[in-house]
C-alpha cells in the first residue's frame, strides 16, 4: 500500500487529503493535517472519494447513440462523428446554434473547453452563473465598479459576522470556501457574535449568538431597515461614498414597524439586531443562495448587504471584507488601470427566443434553454461536466428539449439521467486519476493555488478532458491555441501553461503541492480602484428601482432550497441522503401530513413526492426541499419563465406550492 498527497475537488474548499491506494484500488481518504489550509479537515463527501472512483455506474467506454440506443464505441469513432455533426449543424445555421454549459472542477478541461467555446464563437453560453447566483457579481460591478471584487470574510479577525441565507456548517460557504466551517463559526461567536437569518434553525444557526426567522424572501427588508437604523446613528464616517440621498430616500419606508410586518419577525428582535449591530461597528455578512435564489430580491438583498458594510467600514478592512485579488491573474497590478465599469452595469443581447432576457458577462440565463430549442436556434449542446436533468429550472420543459437536440455531447464520469439522454458520452477522467491544479482560484479561501499528481491510473477508456475538447477543436479545423497538442502534451504540460504568469511558477507549486501569497489587509489596489471611482456606489439606480418595485412575498406556503451533508448537487446519490421535505408543525396538521409519509408538493409547474419532515427548526409557511435528487427532483416545482429580467436568475427560493399527503 501507499498514500498519495493530493487535494479534495468535490467542492470549492479543496481539503488537503492524504489517499491510500493498493494496486488500482483506492482505499481510504484522510484529511492531511500538515497541509497549511485545511490542517487536517475533511467532511463525509471528500471521504467517499473512493466510493466515487469505484462506483459501479462509472463510465469507462465513449458511447454514441445509434438507432436511438446508445452503444459503445471507440474515441476515435465517437469524436469523428460528433465533428462531422457540429460542423454540418455549424455550416448550415451558424456558431450560435451551438451552445456549451460550463460546471467542472477539471481545470485543464475547463480551459481547452472555454478555447472550444471561443473558437466555435459562440454567444450561447450558460454555466451555474444563473441557476445559482448572479447577485454577487451584480453588485461588485454596480457599488464596486468592478465586476470582479469577490469579497469574503475575514475569518481569522472578524468579531461580528451575520450570515443571511447562508448554511456554512453544512455548505462550507457559497462563492468562498471554509474548510472546518463549525470550528469556524464557533470561534467567531466565542469571541464575537454570529447571528444567522434563515427562515430555517439551521445547523449554523444552532452555534449562532442570535437567529431570526424571516418570511422567505423578506431579507431585503431587514437589511434595509438595518441600513436606515445606522444612516441615522452609527455610520462610519470616514468611508468615501456616493449616492448618501438617494440611499437614504429608497430606505426610508423601511420603519421598524412596516419591516416587522413584511417579515414577521417581532419588532424587538428586530430592534435587538439593529442595537447589536451598531455597537459592533464593523460588520461582516455573509450571504447563500438563500439570497441568490431569490431572483430580484436578491440583487436589492446582496445591495443592501453591501451597503451595511460599507457603512460600517467593513470593506477591506481586518474584521470585515476583504478582497481576493486572484492567484493565476493578479488584480493588483493593473493598478490605475483597473476598469471602472459604468453603473449601468454588464449587459449584452440575449437569446432570440426570449427578448425579455438578457445576457449577463457574456452568459444566457440557464433558463432560456428549452425555448432556444424549440425555437431551434440551438441544435447543438455541449456539456461540460453538468448534471442538467437535476440542476435546470422546470425539468418537465427541460427534459423534451435535450431530447429535441440533434447533438448533445456530454462529458462525465458516472452513467446518469442526463448522460441517458445524450447522443455522445465522453468519459473522462474522475478527480483521482488527473493531476490537476485549484481552478477557481478567487473561491479559495486563500490567495493561493494547489497542484495535485494523479492518484491512481485512469480506468478504461476515459481520457483527459482537455484532450477530448483539443481533438474535437482539431477535427473541427480550429487553432485552438498554445493550451496544449492532444498528440504531445501531458497533463501536467497543460497544467504549466495556466499558470504562466501566476505568481508562483507551475515548477515550484508541484515541487510542495500548494503555494500562497498573502495579500495586506487593507489593500491598497482596492482603497484606490474606490478612491478614483469617487467613492462606493450607494444607490444605483437600477437596484433603487428594483427595490421600489418589491410586491410583498405574500403566498401562504413558499418553497426554499436547502443543501445536503452528505450530497453534492446532483452527485453522491450513494451516500444515501433522502429527499426529506422539512414542513413545520402546522403547516403539516393543517394539511394532514404525517411525519416519516410520503408528501406530494404542488407548484405552477409541476409536482414532486417525498418523505415529510415534520420539524419544528423550520418556521411556519415554508417547505424546504433539497435539490439534485433524481427521484424527487425539485425542479419539477421550478419555472423557467420566472427569472430576474435584470441578470436572468432563475427563481429556486420562494416558489408558491400546496401540500397534499403522498
Ligand atoms: N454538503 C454540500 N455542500 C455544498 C453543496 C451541496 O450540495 N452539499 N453545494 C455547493 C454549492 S454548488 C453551493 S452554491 C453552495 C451553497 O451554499 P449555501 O448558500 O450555504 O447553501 P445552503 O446550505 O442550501 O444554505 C442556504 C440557506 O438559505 C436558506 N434560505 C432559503 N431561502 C431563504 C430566504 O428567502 N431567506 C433567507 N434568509 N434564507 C433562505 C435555507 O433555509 C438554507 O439554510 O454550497 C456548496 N456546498
Ligand atoms: N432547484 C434548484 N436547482 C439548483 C440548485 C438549487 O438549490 N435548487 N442549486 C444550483 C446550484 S447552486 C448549482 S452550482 C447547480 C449545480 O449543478 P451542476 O452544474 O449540474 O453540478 P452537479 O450537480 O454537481 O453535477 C456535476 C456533474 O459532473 C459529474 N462529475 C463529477 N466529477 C466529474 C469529473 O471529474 N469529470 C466529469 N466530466 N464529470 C464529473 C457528476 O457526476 C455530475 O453529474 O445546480 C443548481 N440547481
Ligand atoms: S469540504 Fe469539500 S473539499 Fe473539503 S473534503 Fe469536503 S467535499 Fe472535499
Ligand atoms: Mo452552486
Same mark, same amino acid.
Given at each position: 500500500m501507499h498514500t498519495v498527497r493530493s487535494f479534495c475537488r468535490v467542492c470549492t474548499s479543496v481539503c488537503g487529503i492524504l489517499v491510500d491506494v493498493e494496486g488500482d484500488e483506492v482505499i481510504r481518504v484522510r484529511g492531511d493535517k500538515d497541509h497549511p489550509f485545511s490542517q487536517g479537515y475533511t467532511c463525509g463527501k471528500g471521504r467517499a472519494l473512493p466510493q466515487l472512483h469505484h462506483h459501479p455506474d462509472r463510465l469507462e467506454q465513449p458511447q454514441m447513440r445509434v438507432d436511438g440506443q446508445l452503444q459503445d464505441t471507440s474515441w476515435h469513432t465517437c469524436l469523428d462523428d460528433l465533428a462531422t455533426r457540429l460542423k454540418a449543424i455549424i455550416d448550415e445555421h451558424g456558431p450560435s446554434a451551438v451552445g456549451f454549459y460550463f460546471s467542472t472542477m477539471e481545470s485543464a478541461g475547463f480551459r481547452m473547453a472555454e478555447a472550444l467555446h471561443a473558437a466555435i464563437g459562440t454567444p450561447a453560453k450558460f454555466s451555474p452563473l444563473t441557476i445559482d447566483g448572479t447577485a454577487k457579481p451584480l453588485i461588485s460591478d454596480l457599488v464596486g465598479g468592478f465586476m470582479g471584487l469577490s469579497g469574503r470574510t475575514d475569518l481569522d479577525n472578524c468579531d461580528f459576522l451575520m450570515l443571511v441565507g447562508v448554511n456554512p456548517v453544512v455548505s462550507h460557504g457559497h462563492a468562498i470556501s471554509m474548510p472546518n466551517p463549525t470550528g469556524t463559526v464557533r470561534d467567531i461567536a466565542k469571541r464575537g457574535q454570529v447571528w444567522v437569518i434563515d427562515p430555517r434553525r439551521t445547523e449554523t444557526a444552532r452555534l449562532a449568538t442570535g437567529h431570526?426567522?424571516?418570511?422567505?424572501?423578506?431579507?431585503?427588508?431587514?437589511?434595509?431597515?438595518?441600513?436606515?437604523?445606522?444612516?441615522?446613528?452609527?455610520?462610519?464616517?470616514?468611508?468615501?461614498?456616493?449616492?448618501?440621498?438617494?440611499?437614504?430616500?429608497?430606505?426610508?419606508?423601511?420603519?421598524?414597524?412596516?419591516?416587522?410586518?413584511?417579515?414577521?419577525?417581532?419588532?424587538?428582535?428586530?430592534?435587538?439586531?439593529?442595537?447589536?449591530?451598531?455597537?459592533?461597528?464593523?460588520?461582516?455578512?455573509?450571504?447563500?443562495?438563500?439570497?441568490?435564489?431569490?431572483?430580484?430580491?436578491?440583487?436589492?438583498?446582496?445591495?443592501?448587504?453591501?451597503?451595511?458594510?460599507?457603512?460600517?467600514?467593513?470593506?477591506?478592512?481586518?474584521?470585515?471584507?476583504?478582497?481576493?485579488?486572484?492567484?493565476?491573474?493578479?488584480?493588483?497590478?493593473?493598478?490605475?488601470?483597473?476598469?471602472?465599469?459604468?453603473?449601468?452595469?454588464?449587459?449584452?443581447?440575449?437569446?432570440?427566443?426570449?427578448?425579455?432576457?438578457?445576457?449577463?458577462?457574456?452568459?444566457?440565463?440557464?433558463?432560456?434553454?428549452?425555448?432556444?430549442?424549440?425555437?431551434?436556434?440551438?441544435?447543438?449542446?455541449?456539456?461540460?461536466?453538468?448534471s442538467l436533468v437535476t440542476c435546470m429550472p422546470e425539468t418537465g420543459k427541460l427534459i423534451p428539449a435535450l431530447?429535441?437536440?440533434?447533438?448533445?455531447?456530454?462529458?462525465?464520469?458516472?452513467?446518469?439521467?442526463?448522460?441517458?439522454?445524450?447522443?455522445?458520452?465522453?468519459?473522462?477522467?474522475?478527480?483521482?486519476?488527473?493531476?490537476?491544479?485549484?481552478?477557481?482560484?478567487?473561491?479559495?479561501?486563500?490567495? =493561493?493555488?494547489?497542484?495535485?499528481?494523479?492518484? &491512481?491510473?485512469?480506468? #478504461?477508456? !476515459?481520457?483527459?478532458?482537455?484532450? $477530448?475538447? @483539443?481533438?474535437?477543436?482539431?477535427?473541427?479545423?480550429?487553432?485552438?491555441?498554445?493550451?496544449?497538442?492532444?498528440?504531445? =502534451?501531458?497533463?501536467?504540460?497543460?497544467?504549466? &501553461?495556466?499558470?504562466? #504568469?501566476? !505568481?508562483?511558477?507551475?515548477?515550484? $507549486?508541484? @515541487?510542495?503541492?500548494?503555494?500562497?501569497?498573502?495579500?495586506?489587509?487593507?489593500?491598497?489596489?482596492?482603497?484606490?480602484?474606490?478612491?478614483?471611482?469617487?467613492?462606493?456606489?450607494?444607490?444605483p439606480p437600477l437596484l433603487v428601482d428594483q427595490l421600489t418595485a418589491l410586491q410583498p412575498a405574500s403566498a401562504p406556503l413558499m418553497m426554499v432550497p436547502r443543501r445536503q451533508r452528505n450530497k453534492l448537487n446532483g452527485q453522491l446519490d450513494f451516500l444515501g441522503e433522502r429527499a426529506d421535505i422539512l414542513i413545520s408543525p402546522a403547516d403539516g396538521e393543517a394539511a394532514g401530513i404525517v411525519n416519516g409519509q410520503p408528501v406530494t408538493v404542488r407548484s405552477a409547474s409541476g409536482e414532486l413526492t417525498g418523505v415529510a419532515k415534520v420539524d419544528d427548526s423550520i418556521r411556519r409557511g415554508v417547505v424546504s426541499i433539497p435539490h439534485g435528487h433524481h427521484d424527487a427532483n425539485v425542479n419539477r416545482l421550478t419555472n423557467k419563465d420566472d427569472i430576474d429580467r435584470v441578470t436572468g436568475m432563475v427563481r429556486y427560493s420562494g416558489i408558491p406550492v400546496s401540500l397534499h399527503p403522498g
Open positions: 431570526l426567522a424571516p418570511r422567505p424572501s423578506t431579507d431585503h427588508a431587514v437589511l434595509a431597515y438595518l441600513v436606515r437604523e445606522i444612516l441615522i446613528d452609527g455610520r462610519k464616517p470616514d468611508v468615501p461614498v456616493q449616492g448618501l440621498e438617494e440611499l437614504t430616500a429608497a430606505v426610508e419606508p423601511f420603519t421598524l414597524e412596516h419591516t416587522a410586518s413584511l417579515t414577521d419577525v417581532p419588532g424587538h428582535e428586530l430592534a435587538r439586531l439593529a442595537t447589536a449591530v451598531r455597537e459592533a461597528g464593523c460588520v461582516a455578512i455573509e450571504t447563500g443562495t438563500g439570497v441568490t435564489m431569490t431572483a430580484d430580491r436578491g440583487n436589492v438583498t446582496q445591495w443592501l448587504a453591501w451597503v451595511l458594510m460599507i457603512l460600517t467600514g467593513a470593506m477591506n478592512r481586518p474584521g470585515g471584507t476583504w478582497f481576493h485579488p486572484g492567484f493565476a491573474y493578479q488584480l493588483e497590478v493593473f493598478g490605475d488601470l483597473l476598469p471602472i465599469t459604468p453603473v449601468e452595469g454588464s449587459f449584452g443581447p440575449g437569446p432570440r427566443s426570449r427578448p425579455e432576457a438578457q445576457a449577463f458577462i457574456n452568459e444566457w440565463p440557464c433558463a432560456v434553454l428549452p425555448d432556444e430549442v424549440a425555437a431551434g436556434n440551438i441544435r447543438a449542446l455541449i456539456n461540460v461536466g453538468g431530447q429535441n437536440l440533434e447533438v448533445f455531447a456530454t462529458t462525465e464520469i458516472i452513467n446518469n439521467e442526463t448522460t441517458q439522454l445524450a447522443t455522445h458520452v465522453l468519459p473522462t477522467k474522475d478527480p483521482l486519476e488527473r493531476s490537476d491544479i485549484t481552478l477557481h482560484d478567487v473561491l479559495s479561501s486563500r490567495v =493561493s493555488v494547489q497542484y495535485t499528481p494523479p492518484v &491512481v491510473a485512469p480506468v #478504461g477508456e !476515459r481520457r483527459s478532458m482537455w484532450w $477530448v475538447f @483539443a481533438e474535437l477543436g482539431r477535427r473541427l479545423g480550429y487553432d485552438m491555441g498554445n493550451l496544449g497538442d492532444p498528440d504531445t =502534451s501531458t497533463d501536467d504540460d497543460v497544467l504549466a &501553461v495556466l499558470l504562466a #504568469g501566476a !505568481r508562483s511558477t507551475f515548477d515550484d $507549486v508541484a @515541487a510542495t503541492g500548494w503555494a500562497e501569497a498573502p495579500q495586506p489587509l487593507p489593500a491598497p489596489w482596492v482603497d484606490e480602484h474606490i478612491e478614483r471611482m469617487g467613492g462606493w456606489r450607494l444607490a
